[in-house]
Protein backbone atom coordinates (compact mmCIF):
# COMPACT_ATOMS: atom_id res chain seq x y z
CA UNK A 1 0.00 0.00 0.00
CA UNK A 2 1.05 3.86 -1.17
CA UNK A 3 2.07 6.20 1.84
CA UNK A 4 2.20 9.21 -0.17
CA UNK A 5 -0.33 10.52 -1.78
CA UNK A 6 2.39 11.18 -5.19
CA UNK A 7 2.76 7.19 -5.06
CA UNK A 8 -0.74 6.57 -4.91
CA UNK A 9 -1.29 8.83 -7.96
CA UNK A 10 1.57 7.10 -9.22
CA UNK A 11 0.18 3.63 -8.87
CA UNK A 12 -2.98 4.74 -10.85
CA UNK A 13 -1.01 6.13 -13.86
CA UNK A 14 0.64 3.21 -14.09
CA UNK A 15 -2.41 0.91 -14.01
CA UNK A 16 -4.74 3.42 -16.69
CA UNK A 17 -0.77 3.16 -18.52
CA UNK A 18 -0.87 -0.82 -18.53
CA UNK A 19 -4.63 -0.88 -19.68
CA UNK A 20 -3.77 1.52 -22.46
CA UNK A 21 -0.77 -0.47 -23.48
CA UNK A 22 -2.25 -4.50 -23.57
CA UNK A 23 -5.26 -2.95 -25.64
CA UNK A 24 -2.88 -1.36 -28.24
CA UNK A 25 -0.71 -4.34 -28.03
CA UNK A 26 -3.68 -7.06 -28.45
CA UNK A 27 -4.97 -4.57 -31.51
CA UNK A 28 -1.94 -5.14 -33.10
CA UNK A 29 -1.53 -8.69 -32.60
CA UNK A 30 -5.08 -9.29 -34.16
CA UNK A 31 -4.17 -7.18 -37.19
CA UNK A 32 -0.96 -9.29 -37.68
CA UNK A 33 -3.39 -12.69 -37.23
CA UNK A 34 -5.20 -11.95 -39.27
CA UNK A 35 -2.56 -11.45 -42.02
CA UNK A 36 -0.87 -14.20 -40.98
CA UNK A 37 -4.28 -16.27 -41.43
CA UNK A 38 -4.99 -14.35 -45.12
CA UNK A 39 -1.32 -15.06 -45.92
CA UNK A 40 -1.81 -19.67 -44.94
CA UNK A 41 -4.97 -19.05 -47.09
CA UNK A 42 -2.73 -18.20 -49.73
CA UNK A 43 -5.51 -15.48 -50.40
CA UNK A 44 -2.85 -12.46 -52.26
CA UNK A 45 -5.75 -10.26 -52.78
CA UNK A 46 -6.88 -10.52 -48.55
CA UNK A 47 -3.16 -10.63 -47.32
CA UNK A 48 -2.47 -7.34 -49.67
CA UNK A 49 -5.68 -5.50 -47.66
CA UNK A 50 -4.33 -6.94 -44.47
CA UNK A 51 -1.22 -5.81 -44.53
CA UNK A 52 -2.70 -1.86 -45.31
CA UNK A 53 -4.03 -2.35 -42.40
CA UNK A 54 -1.93 -3.88 -40.24
CA UNK A 55 1.15 -1.45 -41.18
CA UNK A 56 -0.54 1.92 -39.94
CA UNK A 57 -1.84 -0.19 -36.36
CA UNK A 58 1.87 -1.37 -36.06
CA UNK A 59 3.16 2.17 -36.34
CA UNK A 60 0.59 3.74 -33.92
CA UNK A 61 1.60 1.21 -31.41
CA UNK A 62 5.65 2.05 -31.95
CA UNK A 63 5.17 6.04 -31.82
CA UNK A 64 2.87 5.65 -28.50
CA UNK A 65 5.73 3.93 -27.62
CA UNK A 66 4.19 0.06 -26.75
CA UNK A 67 7.08 -1.36 -28.77
CA UNK A 68 10.32 0.00 -30.18
CA UNK A 69 10.25 1.74 -33.49
CA UNK A 70 12.84 -0.70 -34.62
CA UNK A 71 10.86 -3.80 -33.48
CA UNK A 72 7.81 -2.29 -35.45
CA UNK A 73 10.25 -1.40 -38.47
CA UNK A 74 10.73 -5.29 -38.48
CA UNK A 75 7.61 -6.03 -38.47
CA UNK A 76 6.66 -4.33 -40.77
CA UNK A 77 9.48 -5.40 -42.63
CA UNK A 78 9.39 -9.26 -42.43
CA UNK A 79 5.13 -9.26 -42.80
CA UNK A 80 5.63 -7.10 -46.10
CA UNK A 81 8.31 -9.95 -47.21
CA UNK A 82 5.66 -12.66 -46.92
CA UNK A 83 2.70 -11.16 -48.53
CA UNK A 84 5.49 -10.03 -51.29
CA UNK A 85 6.92 -13.56 -51.74
CA UNK A 86 3.52 -14.93 -51.30
CA UNK A 87 2.48 -13.01 -54.34
CA UNK A 88 5.51 -13.89 -56.59
CA UNK A 89 4.63 -17.33 -55.94
CA UNK A 90 0.96 -17.37 -56.85
Do not use: W
Amino acid sequence: MANHKSAEKRTSQEQKRRLRNRAIRSKMKTAIRGLDEAVEAGSVDEAKNALKVAIPIIAKTASKGVIHKRTAARKISRLSKRVKTLELSS
